[in-house]
């Protein structure tokens, strides 16, 4: 059996804590590694080293920083395969579907390699005579990114890319079900040259989490995972008089309008609800089409699209369209949802209970499930699923449609099939959600923009990586400087006027 380790100080470092977690081949059932949960001195020996990492890494120049960057962009490039094969064997995710997950963290890490000019200040020549104003962005010293399960190697980099090239000092604490990519991107960032002890990873649970919490030096804290426990570590972090960004669940909404062309939603829906067993947070869960034609048409249109759909080990090929679960605990969740669609009244169009992979009956494979006439008090509406299961609330019209999304608790992602051009800049500027696709189903922005959605899908301020998590990550600092030469040139300074 593997035993995985820490990576502490630039190198794999044995946990001793005595307590491990399995982590799952969710495709078999069977434990393939064991990996450390680490202590609360475990946890303060990494900050402490990472701490003293630091002070050398921050003084660094930013283009020497955007230098490992690049180098590191180009390791994860010629280890892609590699990288995509841990992915999918400790997540389940099919090999496209993992190099996706690898590439989406590898375009963080490529607008980081631009670090110079995103920590640039500001500056202003001459407020007064002979006084200059400039802005500084300096790191904050050593933070922490506590990651999900269901992107290994996206998440882990959206943190630690933008972390590290502003001058920081990282303690990752990435999902105890999937540890292992997050160890090999450590180690393939330190061969691009980050100096030992700037990257951290501790492995653990709520005991790790908690000691990041309560430790003194750790100055802010970057999370994704559920809303639960997004407000838990939002608030706890806080308390502390940490800065903190935390990023939880989702039920994202995609309308379809009479006029859209319902051929091109139907195929954008199958993929966004069913893509990835339906555990991403930018999944559409709920379709929305207004009108009783469109809405019959939809589910005329999913049914076939849904019963093609190929289930199966990441091993079986590149044909596969979607995995296991990530546990049993989880497959058994979902299924008891689907069971309470049934009971609540909704339809079941599409049946994915007793799902049976012949050679995997113990792994955690859940079929495709389609409810239509669900409506918002059901648990299955309520609940963020995060499985193969879409549901279909039917709408009257546009604004009911609307009203139904903007109601809803989460806000990470929506979207709009659609051929009219008003009703989408109109659902564009009104709906209260942070991600928006117009005839587009999972609106995840590029890189170089930000990621974040509102209401209960974050807490705290700002987005994800682009822009944003420069500043999340820095701190303004404003020096207002006098020169008196220039005042003897201007003339008498007035005192007295900038007071
Ligand atoms: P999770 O909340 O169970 O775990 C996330 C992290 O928190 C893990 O590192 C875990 O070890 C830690 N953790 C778990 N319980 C804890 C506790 N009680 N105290 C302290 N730490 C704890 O989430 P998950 O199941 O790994 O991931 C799936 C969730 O993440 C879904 O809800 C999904 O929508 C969400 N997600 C959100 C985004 C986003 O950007 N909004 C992106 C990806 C996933």
Known sequence: ???????????????????????????????????????????????????????????????????????????????????????????????????????????????????????????????????????????????????????????????????????????LKPSERVPSTALRLAELITEAGLPEGVLQVVNGDKEAVDALLDNETIQAVGFVGSTPIAQYIYARATANGKRAQCFGGAKNHMIVMPDADLDKAADALVGAA???????????????????????????????????????????????????????????????????GVEQGADLVADGRNFELQGYENGYFVGPSMFDNVTPDMEIYKEEIFGPVLCQVRTENYEEALKLVMDNEY??????????????????????????????????????????????SSFGDLNQYGPDAFRFYTRTKTVTSRWFSGIKEGGEFNFKAMD
């Not at 399995?22 to 990472?50: H, I, S, W, Y």
């Not at 607008?111 to 200040?121: D, F, I, N, W």
């Not at 991403?280 to 939809?298: N, Y």
Request: aromatic share 6%; charged share 20%; net charge negative.
């Open 1 to 171: 059996m593997e035993e995985l380790s820490h990576y502490v100080d630039g190198k794999m470092t044995a946990g001793t804590s005595g307590r491990f977690a399995d982590v799952m081949n969710p495709a078999t059932g069977e434990v393939q590694a064991k990996v450390p949960l680490a202590t609360v001195d475990e946890v303060n020996a990494a900050v402490a080293r990472a701490a003293e990492a630091q002070k050398g890494w921050g003084a660094t120049n930013p283009q020497r920083r955007a230098r490992v960057m690049m180098k590191f962009g180009q390791l994860i490039n010629e280890h892609m395969d590699e990288l995509a094969e841990l992915v999918a064997r400790e997540h389940g995710k099919t090999i496209p579907d993992a190099k996706g997950d690898v590439q989406r963290g590898l375009e963080v890490i490529e607008v980081c390699m631009g670090a110079p000019h995103l920590l640039k200040g500001e500056f202003t020549d001459a407020g007064g005579p002979g006084i200059d104003l400039q802005s500084l962005r300096q790191p904050l010293g050593v933070v922490a990114g506590i990651t999900p399960f269901n992107f290994p190697a996206m998440i882990p980099l959206w943190k630690m890319g933008p972390a590290l090239a502003a001058g920081n000092a990282m303690i």
């Open 274 to 340: 069913f893509g990835a067993a339906g555990e991403r947070c930018m999944a559409i869960s709920v379709a929305v089409p207004v009108g009783k034609e469109t809405a019959d048409a939809l589910v005329e249109r999913m049914k076939p699209r849904i019963d093609a759909l190929k289930v199966g080990p990441y091993t079986a090929g590149d044909d596969v369209d979607y995995g296991p679960v990530i546990t049993q605990a989880a497959k058994d969740r979902i299924n008891g949802l689907v069971e309470s």
């Open 411 to 456: 806000g990470n992602g929506t979207a709009i099939y659609t051929a009219d051009g008003d009703t989408a800049r109109d659902f564009a500027h009104r709906v209260n959600v942070g991600m928006v696709g117009i005839n587009f189903p999972i609106p995840v922005p590029l890189s170089y923009h930000t990621f974040g959605g509102w209401k209960k």
